[in-house]
């Protein structure tokens, strides 16, 4: 029987199904020997071919300067098993503490870039640093997806979706309106 983590390759104009929503996710990192990971909501899909993702990532962040020193990253699709890591992640710092042993992060390798994929995770999408002229001025990194992967099952994940105040919404229903869309739209 496959694993409930077994993954297939994924389209990277398709990596808007998962980010376009909104959910958190968890961001690896990886420069000379160090790795992080950080809990972030603040994104937005850009572009879907190349796959564009913008990211805020603060300053004071450890996070930021291993992706600044190596000008990649992963981003990470937690589901709703994974919500007290998520706030735990969020909420220290890897100057601090290792998350991967204290938050039992199971990792495996990336093929297009050095930092480690999250295993437990619904979809994992490898990154480059695409433009970085909004970075000083608004912490924002444009990213390219280089490369994809997602489970297959569940089609529609429990993906996370922070509120604020300590406080997510877990993804729910989806509903369909395809017949209302132009073609070249949807
Ligand atoms: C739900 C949640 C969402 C967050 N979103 C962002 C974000 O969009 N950008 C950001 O810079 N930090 C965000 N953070 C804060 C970082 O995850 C936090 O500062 C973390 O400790 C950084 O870890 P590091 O220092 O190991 O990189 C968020 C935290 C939580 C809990």
Redesign the pocket.
Known sequence: MPSRHAKADLPLDQVRRFLEPGP?ILLTSYWKGER????????TVMEFTPALVG????RG????ALVEGSGECAINLPTRGMADA??S???????EVD?FAAFALETEPGEQVGAPLLRRCHAQFECRVHDRRLVDEY?FFVLEVVRARAATTPRNPRTLH?QGEGRFMVAGDSIGRRRLFTAGKL
């Open positions: 958190v992080d990971v950080m809990t972030l909501g603040w994104h990211c805020v990532i603060a962040n450890h996070s930021r998520v706030a992640i969020g909420n220290c710092s890897g100057t998350k912490d922070y």
